[in-house]
């Protein structure tokens, strides 16, 4: 569906290829070196950890052979007490999505937060982070069309339109919800 948007809105998708920026501005080449031209492109091969700054500093062992940061079931570096890594950056195998970043942090907050022995609401004991296997996912396709694939009990995925994808995400792409999230009040 989402090949079918695209295309119906005379955009150039190419499936199982690679690009590099070319000379010029707007030209890209590519994996056979061939010429793009392009008003605008989209990197959309998934994420690579920005972790090359952990090698330079000395911290190679941190890493899996993929660059992730492996991490314990509380989040924590491998080894270590005091140092979490969560979202893109860590091994944990899950859609890397915001949801499931959101929930990451949620626990490494309280388990920074139990680590530092801080008091009130928060329990004493360290959480243990669950990795999230099906979570919905919301692709837009600007601001008022989209697709939702909502995980329903058995296995099966529900497919929804664009007024739910509209509704969830496509029209502000969450940021009142991520402003809330990091204590923004404006």
């Given amino acids: ?20 920026p070319g000379a010029d501005f707007g030209t890209y080449r590519d994996g056979r070196g061939r010429l793009i031209e392009a008003d605008l492109s989209f990197w959309a091969t998934g994420t690579t950890p920005n972790t090359l700054w952990l090698r330079l500093a000395g911290h190679g062992d941190w890493l899996n052979a993929a660059g992730h940061v492996k991490v314990d079931r509380m989040l924590r570096v491998d080894g270590r007490l005091d140092v979490f890594a969560v ?7 899950e859609l890397k999505i915001s949801p499931a970043a959101i929930a990451q942090a949620d626990i490494a907050a309280h388990n920074i937060r139990t680590y530092l022995g801080s008091s009130g609401k928060h329990r004493k004991e360290p959480r243990l982070y669950r990795p999230v296997q099906r979570t919905p996912l919301i692709v837009p396709f600007g601001p008022a069309d989209g697709l939702t694939l909502i ?12 007024r739910t994808s509209t509704l969830a995400k496509a029209r502000t792409l969450m940021t009142p919800y991520m402003r809330k999230q990091l204590g923004y009040s404006a």
């Fill in 87 to 93: 979202g893109d950056v860590n091994d944990v195998s």
């Fill in 1 to 20: 569906r989402a090949l079918a948007w695209l295309e119906s809105h005379d955009v150039e998708v190419r499936l199982d290829s690679f690009i590099s």
């Fill in 151 to 162: 995980p329903v009990p058995g296995g099966e995925t529900a497919v929804l339109g664009g």
